[in-house]
């Protein structure tokens, strides 16, 4: 792996000449990376091959999550009472106003769904700016989510600026807004109490955008070990002959 290393960093860090080009292809042919013999695939498919893989990932993942109840149904992904308000949602339950809180869940769900629609852009940007040694660390990488952790790596924070105005407009269409200030202030009328402050937009997008990059991580892992969700020659050719 160090070798795989190293021949990728001086492939990136010197210029490309022709002489240099022989002897980085006689490097990876000694390495055992990229040679071209019928049962390995080139730089150039390694390539091809995860962002055809993260493609597929993001459309299928995008796809279950942004539809009716693809969050709120869905325990894996699922949005929950904020952590940090827990001692709320126990102290409303407790004075019978447990549907309002099971609203209010419902809505953060909904408001997720609704936003899922507006990452693929950001997603396929991130993937037309992968190198090629981004594409060949992910192919060799050991772990099954390696493409997703790279996308998640390159994309988060332009996903939380895109998705919170979203966020907190689909809030609002959807009620989780009311439900949740109608909660707080029943809340802070128990006697005693310490009152909970929580950026409920910036919650609910990150638990949203976490819950896209599990649905492209399931995906990623079925296309690297099932021979059935390998569905073209390409992922085959280089998901087959990866060393998984």
Request: hydrophobic share 40%.
């Amino acid at each position: 792996m160090k070798m795989k290393l190293l021949l990728l960093i001086a492939f990136v860090t010197t210029g490309y000449s022709n002489s240099q080009a022989q002897f980085f292809k006689k490097l990876e042919n000694a390495a055992g990376i990229n040679a071209p013999s019928s049962g390995s695939f080139t730089q150039d498919e390694a390539g091809q091959a995860i962002k055809e893989a993260l493609t597929k990932g993001i459309t299928h993942g995008v796809d279950l999550g942004s539809v009716t109840d693809g969050y709120f149904k869905n325990p894996t992904i699922k949005i929950p009472f904020p952590p940090q308000a827990q001692q709320v949602e126990s102290a409303v339950r407790n004075i019978g106003l447990g549907s309002q809180v099971d609203q209010a869940v419902e809505s953060f769900n909904h408001a997720a769904e609704n936003a899922a629609k507006s990452a693929t852009p950001i997603f396929i940007n991130a993937i037309k700016q992968m190198t090629i040694s981004d594409a060949i660390n992910i192919v060799n990488n050991q772990q099954k989510d390696a493409a997703t952790q790279f996308l998640k790596r390159t994309t988060t924070e332009q996903l939380v600026a895109a998705f919170k105005p979203i966020i907190k407009d689909a809030l609002d269409k959807v009620n989780a807004t009311k439900y949740w200030s109608d909660i707080m202030t029943q809340y802070n009328r128990i006697p005693f109490v310490s009152k909970v402050e929580t950026d409920l937009p910036d919650y609910v997008t990150r638990k949203a955008i976490d819950g896209l990059f599990y649905m492209i991580a399931q995906e990623e892992a079925k296309i690297r070990k099932d021979p059935m969700a390998q569905t073209t020659d390409l992922l085959k050719k280089v998901f087959g002959n990866a060393k998984m």
